[in-house]
């Protein structure tokens, strides 16, 4: 049975009794910005674009908590805010600009509110995440997978359209990367970009390489083009949530024991 926790600086989805040592993450889920901070001098209509939050990401970062049966972290606040996946000296980590548009209130940012912001929100998350691998791999006996979900916009502003549908983003460990891209060609449904349409080498990363190339433990990012989620669009969403679905699954069988004994349990596909 899933409870969704709600913290003061993130939101959980808990699984009584996880059946697979996966973690689903999800850093920008949300577009929300505490009162205090009066929008960060924003207009609605930012906040509810691609630069404040991941479009769609918590949603699917909720069905596959849901398919597999096992938790998930997100965060609660926008990144515009703060930035989930990003270290904590990073200069975006706070961001001033994004995508061309000024955020009036992180402008000139004093050292006072840049440490309050980075150990009250930031900090906890990061915290969090590690606190749940670390149970949910003495739970299991072995490191526990992290899979981080992320949505992108089909364009930046005067930048290429982006081809991709889904990206997979991952780093020297290719252990999930392999299986997940063999899986997903072979359903051939959608187009795939391999380190697309970020890399997984960029500093941009910082959740997936921090828990998951630190911890030693299979790890990845997955990437969604954001107009999958559009109401229009629902039988696309419906497929890729089968397809990506299928391909974290035989990710499992593939990692060899214990994974897919725990996979072969549940037998989902």
Request: net charge positive; hydrophobic share 35%; with cysteine.
């Amino acid at each position: 049975m899933a409870t969704i926790m709600i913290n003061k600086n993130y939101e959980s989805i808990k699984i009584k009794s996880p059946k697979l040592p996966i973690l689903f993450c999800c850093d920008h889920a949300s577009n929300s910005i505490p009162k205090e901070y009066n929008k960060l001098g924003l207009n609605n209509s930012v906040l509810n674009s691609h630069i404040a939050y991941d479009l769609g990401a918590k949603k699917l970062t909720i069905a596959l908590s849901k398919q597999f049966n096992t938790n998930a972290i997100l965060g609660k606040y926008s990144r515009l805010f703060i930035d989930l996946n990003r270290e904590k000296n990073h200069k975006n980590l706070i961001p001033e600009i994004s995508d061309e548009v000024r955020i009036p209130n992180n402008i000139n940012l004093t050292k006072k509110e840049y440490i309050y912001r980075t150990s009250h929100f930031h900090r906890p998350y990061h915290i969090k995440i590690s606190n749940k691998l670390q149970e949910m791999d003495e739970l299991f006996l072995c490191k526990t997978a992290l899979i981080c979900i992320h949505s992108f916009t089909p364009s930046l502003k005067n930048k290429l359209e982006r081809p991709w549908e889904i990206g997979l983003l991952y780093r020297k460990d290719e252990s999930l990367y392999k299986p997940i891209i063999k899986s997903l060609k072979i359903n051939n449904s959608f187009k795939i970009g391999k380190n697309k349409p970020y890399s997984g080498f960029d500093d941009v990363n910082y959740t997936m390489t921090n828990h998951g190339e630190k911890g030693k433990r299979p790890f990845i990012s997955i990437e969604i083009r954001n107009d999958i989620f559009e109401e229009r669009n629902i039988k696309n969403y419906e497929k890729l949530l089968k397809n990506i679905s299928e391909a974290i699954f035989y990710s499992q069988l593939k990692l060899g024991k214990p994974y897919n004994t725990f996979a072969k349990n549940i037998n989902l596909f």
